[in-house]
């Protein structure tokens, strides 16, 4: 399972992120602040959302809001120390599909997320999807443009991929890293940079080179 836990308390988030990959089969990307949550969540498709409701640079109220007025259908599970009716109505309202009011037991959080992604929010991916006069299997991991066609190696189309759903929008190397080679995994970026060298390789045999855009210093985009 797939978790995006935003909680700007340090003691309380290395623990549950702990607790989540010492129960089961999670993987946590954890961030402190509202507005590295909502970047994650736009970058990536998590299983359950985990918003403290107080963070700085956004509150989870705020970021859930944000993401639900741009059709976002991830499940989003709402931390607080709010406990008054009124407060959970207005998490709700914003979007949340279930809020846990602190303290709790990691147990409660456990049954919580399975409740959740028991719902299937997970989007349902079009196993071809078309951009710029360039058609990317999903299934074969392939690129093709009329009757060529071209093998990615899984990274390759994992990166190509992460890039065309979030077209438009600026990857920073330290998204694509977590997301494509995981949070702990011993590479750095210039793994990113080398695969976009052999992407772009590729890419040219169909004069597409220029699809994958580097912003200095940040990282990567398609454009629109």
């Given amino acids: 399972m797939n978790i995006l836990l935003a909680e700007d308390d340090l003691q309380l988030g290395e623990l549950i992120g702990f607790m989540l990959k010492k129960k089961g089969s999670y993987k946590v990307d954890w961030v402190m602040e509202g507005e590295d949550a909502y970047e994650y969540a736009k970058a990536s498709h998590y299983d359950v959302l985990i918003l403290d409701w107080m963070m700085p640079n956004g509150d989870g109220i705020s970021v859930c809001r944000k993401l639900r007025s741009e059709s976002y259908s991830g499940a989003i599970l709402m931390l607080t120390a709010k406990d ?15 809020y846990l009011i602190k303290p709790f037991e990691i147990e409660e959080l456990l049954a919580r997320l399975r409740a959740l992604t028991r719902r299937n929010y997970a989007p349902i991916l ?20 009329g009757e060529m066609e071209i093998q990615l190696s899984p990274r390759e189309f994992q990166l190509l991929d992460l890039l065309v759903q979030n077209k438009g929008q600026v990857l920073p190397r330290e998204v694509i890293l977590d997301r494509i080679w995981g949070y702990d995994a011993d590479v750095s970026t210039k793994t990113i940079d080398a ?29 629109n």
């Fill in 126 to 145: 079009e196993e071809q999807i078309s951009i710029h006069g360039l058609v990317i299997n999903r299934t074969s991991q392939a690129i093709l443009h």
């Fill in 84 to 98: 008054a009716v009124e407060d959970r109505i207005n998490g709700l309202d914003a979007g949340a599909d279930d």
């Fill in 195 to 223: 695969t976009i060298k052999l992407l772009r390789k590729k890419l040219d045999l169909f004069g597409k080179q220029d699809l994958l855009q580097s912003i200095r210093g940040v990282g990567y985009k398609v454009g």
